[in-house]
């Protein structure tokens, strides 16, 4: 199922994994905004921005606001830097 209609989500304190919101965002391909919050695992690619540069490429072509706050617990300093560096991106 395709929902065109959607342009704007916002899923707040998700808890979701990665291949259920991957299929959940496949389905609006339309979206010009979204926002997501949550509570996510270090080593989750939602964490890398080099793999949500390409998600959005390929899977929202249209989305023109992409808004996430992720928390997460007892991280290292160099996991931290490792994170942010991949979303030093021109993308």
Avoid: W
């Amino acid at each position: 199922m395709v929902y065109l209609h959607l342009t704007s989500v916002k899923m707040d304190r998700s808890k979701i994994c990665l291949t259920n919101l991957k299929t959940i965002l496949s389905c609006m391909p339309l979206l010009t905004r979204l926002n997501l919050t949550g509570q996510f695992g270090s080593l989750n690619p939602l964490f890398d921005g080099l793999f949500l540069a390409e998600f959005i490429s390929d899977k929202l072509p249209q989305l023109e606001k992409f808004t996430f706050q992720f928390t997460t617990s007892r991280i290292r300093y160099e996991d931290l830097y490792s994170i942010i560096m991949t979303f030093r991106t021109p993308f």
